[in-house]
């Protein structure tokens, strides 16, 4: 299962990332907790964010993208991830697709969770006046102004990806104002609908196959001389050598193609037809002379 995670600061991703990667057994890649393991591990390309990062400079897309490409090979990534913090931006998802296309891999589904910002400042604003009221000291990146920031600079990078993911038929939306528990159940319903659709994809391409695999069968050749059988079981001795070589040659036309058949199933019909005809008209003839006596 792979997922991308989409929704501003204080939506709850980060509570429902924790609960899939419990429920699907999948990791949560988190594109800073990435780089520092990467400066950590010294990697080639951990030395280059290093050298970047003490200069003081912003990562550039693609040293990302190489860091998260060599992530998602580890064993621990084999059932899928959660993307956390990336891509932030259309041409970082641009990126992404390249770099999964090129490993042949696919997302999965990416979920919004859509949420109130009005809402989200009134939380902040009352958590904040109940830890001054406790008498303890407010974090600075839990106050209605940071919030505001990037609240903002969300909706000028990130929501753009909204878009992007719609327009590619792989987002859906949850809202993320409902109860925790509600959210996860909705979640939950997205993830087993996107496995069934997988699911019918296979199941549709299977079909034709085994619909021209039994259509032989069904039709054509075998029905017409099961027909003609059915016409001619009082004929007389020449009648019935013609529909046992109607029989006979309705089989070797299963073998051929459809079309072939078809004209096969005519022409297999017509002798055990004619010789019904013909027995009709010695039955009549033999009628005839009864009445004369």
């Known amino acids: 299962m792979r997922l991308i995670l989409l929704g501003p600061p204080g939506s709850g991703k980060g509570t429902q990332a924790q609960r899939l990667v419990q429920q699907y057994g999948i990791v949560q890649l988190s594109t800073g907790d990435m780089l520092r393991a990467a400066v950590a591990a010294q990697t080639p390309i951990g030395l280059k964010a290093k050298d970047i990062m003490a200069a003081g400079g912003l990562v550039p897309d693609e040293v990302v993208v190489g860091i998260i490409a060599d992530r998602i090979e580890q064993p621990d990534a084999a059932n899928g991830f959660i993307l956390d913090g990336f891509p932030r931006t259309v041409p970082q998802a641009e990126a992404l697709d390249a770099l999964l296309k090129q490993k042949q891999m696919k997302l999965d589904a990416v979920i919004e969770l859509r949420v109130n910002e009005g809402v989200l400042l009134e939380r902040v604003e009352r958590r904040a006046a109940e830890t001054r009221a406790r008498g303890e000291a407010v974090r600075a990146d839990d106050t209605p102004e940071v919030l505001t920031k990037r609240l903002a600079s969300y909706r000028d990078q990130t929501a753009p990806l909204i878009h992007y993911y719609s327009d590619h038929r792989m987002l859906a939306t949850v809202d993320g104002m409902m109860p925790i528990e509600q959210v996860t159940e909705e979640i939950g319903r997205i993830l087993a609908a996107v496995g069934k659709t997988g699911g019918n994809r296979a199941a549709k391409k299977a079909s ?38 109607s029989a006979k040659t309705a089989r070797k036309a299963v073998k051929t193609t459809p079309k072939k058949a ?32």
């Open 208 to 245: 034709p196959a085994k619909r021209s695999a039994k259509a032989p069968g069904k039709t054509g050749p075998a029905k017409s001389a099961k027909k003609a059988a059915k016409k001619a079981p009082k004929a007389t001795a020449p009648a019935k050598k013609a529909v046992k070589k």
């Open 262 to 293: 078809s004209k096969a199933s005519k022409k297999a019909a017509r002798p055990a037809a004619k010789a019904t005809r013909g027995t009709r008209k010695t039955s009549a003839k033999a009628a005839k002379k009864r009445a004369a006596r």
